[in-house]
């Protein structure tokens, strides 16, 4: 960790890319953040709106982090909030997001056409985050579009298994 806490504390941008797993970060995520403690102070201080915290040993201030996630599930709405709660409160309103709902759609080569023009967006954001900082409203708005209307994703990735809601034995 000392090796990897000297490299994250120098660093300008440091990019989370992970999928969602029940509504968080996957376990070794977690495990890594977690080993990150000592980059803040072990006592505590009051925030301006009287809330406490710990401090942070060095100043990050010229940090920027971006979010790339993906996740099963057709939307963001009662799965990515308490993901987004807890990246706010760790790096506040330097954090940029990107996330792609209906993940499992990159395996299917015959939506390529959809899943490659998300990516265009995904390195025009990039760009533009490289150069100014942000992404443009056009490229925002692009990267929250969903690959596939959630009928037609539901229609789809649910033709693989063999199994329904009915086919479900409620009683065992
Ligand atoms: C343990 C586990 C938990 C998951 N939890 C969620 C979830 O809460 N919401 C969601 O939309 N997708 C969830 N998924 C789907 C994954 O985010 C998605 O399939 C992702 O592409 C898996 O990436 P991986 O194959 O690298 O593990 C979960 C998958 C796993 C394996």
Known sequence: MKELITKYIN??????????YYFG??????AFLDRMLPIYLPYISINNDKTSCHPLRYDLSHQRYILISTCGLYGTKNNYEALLKQFEFIFKDRLTKIICPEGELFSIPQIDGRTSRFLTHVKQAGKEFS??????EH???ELNKLLLPP???IELVNTSWSITD???NKNS
């Open 166 to 168: 009915s086919s479900i």
């Open 11 to 20: 660093a300008d941008l440091i990019i989370w890319s992970f999928p969602l």
């Open 151 to 153: 009928k037609i994703f």
């Open 131 to 136: 150069t100014n900082g942000v992404f443009s």
């Open 139 to 141: 490229t925002k708005r």
């Open 25 to 30: 970060m996957p376990s070794k995520v977690k």
